[in-house]
């Protein structure tokens, strides 16, 4: 924790005191504060930073990233159905020569950290579909950072882009289809932050495993991180966050914003059954996905972190007429969000490589419209937030609110979490779109917060002694 922690929160308690002066109207949250006893609320976006992941994401290198986006596109089609036949690899074309170089990249890594990560492939075969006119075989590529903590090694985050590319036609596995964006930009992120993370995990020791994945068949329908997601569950994983980047290169059209990238996550989770929707309408719960958590907690990363671009949390799954990875994640009841550039230029995606004369228009995915700067502070943001997460302490299990009778206070119990020395009350008004205030609880697994549950929504957090804090759970009332 920065040194400068406590100063921060004394300032941030003095804010929260006037903010609440500021705002004070009939009956509201701050006089209800005010009545409570000790230490005042502090505000939720208060900044905590980790020195050694701070030091650790300026390793991340837009040129190393240049590189990775141009050997590529060098494949010249990254189609699910373009060649992986041995004699294309060695020509260096096609998606098995694509695959073949990513998984030398992480082994790469690896010999640099001493055999640290893991390398591994996830291989399977596609059958017949509307995109895939044969039977095809998929191969997801995947690197392994193992948690250094025994009791905690079987947490996991992950970071994903996908490897495979397509032109104008989703069937044409022969023609260029660079792929520079989308999703070369996405793989480029996992695999930089593989690089970065790897080389840091000899000082920061996360507790929690990293998985930094590659997945292909997602222009043909998710096929690779559908298959990906159900191995994790019918292996039941303890996958805590998925982090899919697809379309991160900030396109240099004019109307760019290269300030921010947009984190699209679910409202009402795609695996809940119809008891969990009723409950969700119950608690006023739309805004509490596990997924939305996990995008609050990227903003707060990007609060914390000085990655060069700020996430702006978009509150839906994806954009209009298109998906992506992190929902077949979403469909197995996993906490997985969307990194995408601010605006995209449809030009340059998805289209054969040509130029239309009369309106001068280039089309195509190529590497010469991608900032490579753009996607070096993408993969800042992702290796800060893949840091914090897997630093910190496991959620607080069985979060309980409990609501046996009628009272103006509020009192959240839950079990102790491996890794935690502290926990934290956070609270927001059910109208605000992140937390507002939080309240430590520095022993047991108790709490009573002067503020009543009718009127703002809870979530309870573990933190280690460095300060380093986990996703947020929202607690189940109890009578
Ligand atoms: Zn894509």
């Known amino acids: 924790m920065a040194q400068s922690a406590s100063s921060r929160y004394l300032s941030s308690s003095l804010m929260a005191a006037a903010l609440a002066l500021a705002f004070c109207g009939p009956p509201c949250l701050a006089q209800e504060m005010a009545q409570g006893q000790g230490p005042a609320p502090r505000l939720a976006s208060d900044a905590h930073t980790d020195a050694h992941i701070a030091e650790a994401i300026k390793q991340v290198s837009a040129d190393h990233i240049r590189q990775t986006i141009e050997r590529l596109v060098s494949f010249q089609n990254r189609s699910t159905i373009s060649a992986q036949d041995e004699a294309s690899i060695k020509a260096g074309k096609g998606i098995g020569a694509a695959r073949e170089w990513i998984k030398a990249e992480f082994e790469r890594y690896s010999k640099e950290c001493g055999g640290c990560l893991e390398v591994k492939t996830d291989a399977f075969t596609e059958p017949p579909g509307e995109r895939i006119p044969q039977p095809t075989e998929i191969v997801n590529v ?27 036609d989703t069937l044409n596995g022969t023609d260029p289809a660079p792929g520079a964006n989308d999703d070369g930009s996405g793989t480029a992120v996992s695999l930089e932050c593989a690089r970065v993370l790897s080389k840091a995990a000899n000082k920061l020791k996360f507790p929690a495993t990293i998985i930094f994945l590659t997945v292909a068949g997602e222009e043909q329908g998710l096929n690779g991180s559908k298959h990906f997601a159900q191995m994790a569950k019918q292996q039941r994983w303890k996958l805590e966050a998925v982090l899919n980047n697809d379309i991160v290169g900030g396109d240099r059209s004019p109307q760019q914003d290269l300030s921010v990238v947009r984190v699209f996550s679910e409202g009402l989770p795609a695996a809940a059954s119809e008891a969990e929707i009723r409950r969700v309408r119950m608690l006023g719960g739309e805004s509490d996905s596990t997924s939305r958590e996990l995008a609050r907690y990227i903003a707060d990363v990007g609060r914390s972190y000085d990655a060069g671009v700020k996430p702006l949390t978009i509150f839906r799954l994806d954009r209009f007429l298109r998906g992506g990875d992190h929902y077949s994640f979403n469909q197995q009841g996993f906490a997985a969000v969307r990194f995408t550039e601010f605006r995209e230029d449809f030009n340059h995606q998805h289209q054969n490589v040509r130029k239309d004369d009369a309106s001068g228009i280039e089309y195509g995915d190529l590497p010469k419209f991608v900032d490579f700067d753009y996607v070096a502070h993408v993969a800042r943001l992702n290796a800060a937030a893949l840091a914090s997460l897997a630093s910190a302490p496991a959620p607080p299990a069985t979060v309980k609110m409990l609501s046996k009778d009628l009272e103006n206070d509020t009192t959240l119990t839950w079990e102790a979490s491996a890794g935690a020395g502290a926990y934290e009350a956070v609270w927001r008004s059910t109208s605000a779109s992140d937390w507002e205030y939080v309240q430590t609880v520095s022993s047991g697994t108790r709490a009573t917060v002067k503020v009543s549950k009718d009127n703002v929504i809870f979530g309870v957090r573990a933190v280690d002694a460095a300060g380093h804090r986990s996703l947020p759970v929202v607690p189940e009332p109890e009578r």
């Open 142 to 168: 995947y690197a392994v950072l193992r948690g250094a903590d025994p009791k905690q090694a079987d947490r996991i985050v992950l970071v994903t882009g996908h490897y495979d590319s397509r032109n104008s």
